[in-house]
């Protein structure tokens, strides 16, 4: 079965800091990676996905990830924050072919002034 | 609509009670999504329909569950009987994937879900 660990519950940093969310699976087959990012009080938002090919993926808002299949990892990057990217973020894994999501714990990123 | 639209956005009820969820996902997508989030978790899934039908309800957490999409479009996820457990946000997602396409290619999108509080 595939599963989703993300490592920090919380990622402080300052306005115009870089910042990186790690997400890391765990599948014995070839996997479907998503991040998604929820602000409050909202649905989900679809930031950014890994279906196959370049390991680098550029989503919206500036947002980047990169596919490490070495190290089992989809680590979700941006290389300057801004306040309204405070949010939830979630990295999700599923099968080719398949439905099911399997998400993350989540990362709450706080942007400070 | 553009988007999946879910209502009632804050759901109160005392324990014992039903309640029902509706969800109108995005005109034309065929399959159609709930998920529970409970407080500080990740959405976790319930049930999946591919138009009218209800594929799959392994996630269900008990009998007091229960969800339709009668035309394949509008669904309503019912709970019978509420527990404070139950106490959670209620997902909807739609996708114009479905069985023989590419589910990769046609990811899910959420609606802002409803907040269900058991007291």
């Known amino acids: 079965a595939q599963s989703v660990t993300q490592l920090d519950s919380q990622v402080p940093v300052f306005e115009e800091a870089p910042v990186e969310l790690r997400c890391n699976y765990s599948?014995?087959?070839?996997?479907?990676l998503f991040w998604y990012v929820q602000y409050p009080n909202q649905g989900l938002q679809l930031l950014l996905k890994?279906?196959?090919?370049?390991?680098l993926v550029k989503g919206i808002n500036g947002f980047e990830a990169e596919f490490n299949k070495s190290q089992t990892s989809f680590h979700l990057r941006k290389p300057s924050v801004h306040i309204s990217d405070t949010a939830e973020y979630f990295c999700?894994?599923?099968?080719?072919?398949?439905?099911?999501?399997?998400f993350g714990t989540g990362t709450r990123l706080k942007v400070l002034a | 609509g553009a988007g999946v639209s879910q209502s009632p956005r804050y759901k109160v009820a005392k324990r014992g009670q039903d309640v029902a969820l509706r969800c109108d996902p995005i005109?034309?997508?065929?399959?159609l999504f709930w998920y529970q989030q409970a407080l500080g978790q990740g959405p976790e899934f319930l049930t999946y329909?591919?138009?009218?039908?209800?594929?799959?309800k392994s996630g269900l957490p008990s009998d007091r569950f229960f969800a339709e999409r009668p035309e394949g479009s509008v669904s309503t996820l019912k709970i019978q009987r509420t527990q404070q457990e139950d106490s959670a946000v209620y997902l909807c997602?739609?996708?114009?994937?479905?069985?023989?396409?590419?589910?990769?290619?046609?990811?899910?999108?959420f609606g802002d879900g409803t907040r269900l509080s058991i007291l």
């Open positions: 890994y279906l196959s090919g370049s390991t």
């Open positions: 999700a894994v599923t099968l080719p072919g398949a439905y099911k999501y399997i």
């Open positions: 329909f591919q138009n009218e039908a209800q594929l799959d």
């Open positions: 599948s014995s087959v070839s996997v479907y």
């Open positions: 997602a739609s996708s114009s994937g479905g069985q023989g396409k590419n589910w990769g290619n046609q990811p899910q999108h």
């Open positions: 005109s034309g997508h065929v399959s």
